[in-house]
Structure formats: structure tokens, C-alpha cells
């Protein structure tokens, strides 16, 4: 599998961050510290920080020509289909147009099933946004990466409730994981044992946007490279930690 790919598959869009000394009160005027602009979106970002990890990858989204755009469309099956599936050996969905997920990912287990086992592709799903289309994700992936905001939708209280409540909606052998911010991760195999880790809080907490994206790569990268489940959610956590001290990407390495 050496020079094979991370394919991240979703949304890239434009960020523009407002830096302000406090957070803003309801209906205040507040004036801006600076102003930055930067790509973001989440499959973007997962991206950013695999390739930051040194990981192979490549993205598969509707990219503008000009620097603001709106109502780019979603990643197609027709697409999809032009993929040469035997250059990766992970494909992540951020979960959005789900119903031309699902045959997208049809797609890959078809490829799967002609495959020895050491060709054949991991698939992994991302269900962050309170949205019944996504729900049909659940049994798709190999490893599942569930939101606190979706498991709180779904009257759980603790990312542990989480897991043991939708567990039952995976595929035979998957990985469910949810991380809950300050509270660290929490992850499931088929094993049924419930494995925590704790978050990694830097010094000074200075933005926060993508930290999900990156807990997210970093799973990803430690289980592409043969880690357990308990590195890669600590290796998750503490990246994302680490990306929470600065503003955007650059140093989460130092």
C-alpha cells in the first residue's frame, strides 16, 4: 500500500475569521483585532492536515475559479465514478449529499469484494450536521466518526451513551467514534469495549475552528499507518489540542 492515497471527499469553502478581544454580546457592535481569510471546509481541512502530517492525499470537491463563489455542487456518483479507485487505500466522506454518497461507497465495497484483502479500500464517514439524510451513513463505513451535536440530537449525554446507542446501526466489524471537545474521545470497535481518551487543552485556547477536521485526520492517518485504536484517538486528541492554540494550521506540529 506504500504510495497509495488518503482521498477526502466533501466541502471546500472560504472562511473569513474575525478576531475580537472578547466574545461579542448578543446585539453589541464589537470591533475587529484583524481579519483573516483562509480555505476551510471540512473535508478541505482534513486534508490540510494529513498532508501536514505527511500523509499522501488528495481531495475531491467543486472548486470556484474565483475567490468567492456560491452554489457549487456536491461531489456527484457520475463524479465519482471517474475515480481510479486502485491509487488509494482510505476514502473519508464528510457526510453531505448522502443519498449520492451511498452509491459512491456502493461503488467502493463493489471494488472491495474483486480485491485481496491488502487492496482493498478503507471507507470512513463523518456524521456532524442534525440532518435525517446522513443518518443512512451509520452502516456505510469502516470506521464512523459521529458528532457530539448529533448525539445530543439524539438525547445522549456523554460521548460513552453515544456509542453504545447507535453501535447497533453499524456494519458488522466497524468503528464508531465521537469526540466531546474538552471532554476528550471516546471509540468502539466490534470488540464492544468502550476506549477513552482524555483532550490535550493547550495553554492558551485561540481558535478552535477545524478542530474537529483535525481530530478527524489524525485518527485517520494513525489507523492508515497500522496504529491501534487507543494511539489513534490519542494521537486525534492531542493534535487537536494542539490545533486549538493556534490560528489555523501552521505549528500544530511544534
Known sequence: MGDKK????????????????KYPEEDTDTRCLSQRWQRGGNASNTCTVLSLLGAPCAFM???????????????SVEDFSKVDLSQYKWIHWEGRNADEQVKM??????????????????????????????????????????SKDVA??????????????????LRKGATLICAWAEKGADAMGPDGVIIHS??????????TLGAGDTFNASVIYSLSNGGSLQDALTFGCQIAGKKCGVHGYDGILH
Open 198 to 207: 482524555d483532550a490535550f487543552p493547550p495553554e492558551k485556547l485561540v481558535d
Open 152 to 169: 445530543q440530537h439524539f438525547g445522549f449525554t456523554s460521548a460513552a451513551a453515544a456509542l453504545k446507542g447507535f453501535y447497533g446501526r
Open 6 to 21: 488518503i482521498l477526502s471527499i466533501g466541502l471546500v469553502c472560504l472562511d473569513i475569521i474575525n478576531v475580537v478581544d
Open 61 to 75: 470537491g467543486s472548486l470556484a475559479p474565483g475567490p468567492v463563489a456560491e452554489n457549487l455542487p456536491d461531489v
Open 105 to 146: 461507497i456502493e461503488r467502493v465495497r463493489e471494488y472491495n469484494s474483486k480485491q485481496e484483502e491488502k487492496n482493498r479500500i478503507t471507507i470512513s464517514v463523518e456524521i456532524e450536521k442534525t440532518r435525517e439524510p446522513l443518518y443512512q451513513l451509520f452502516p456505510l463505513g469502516d470506521l464512523v466518526f459521529v
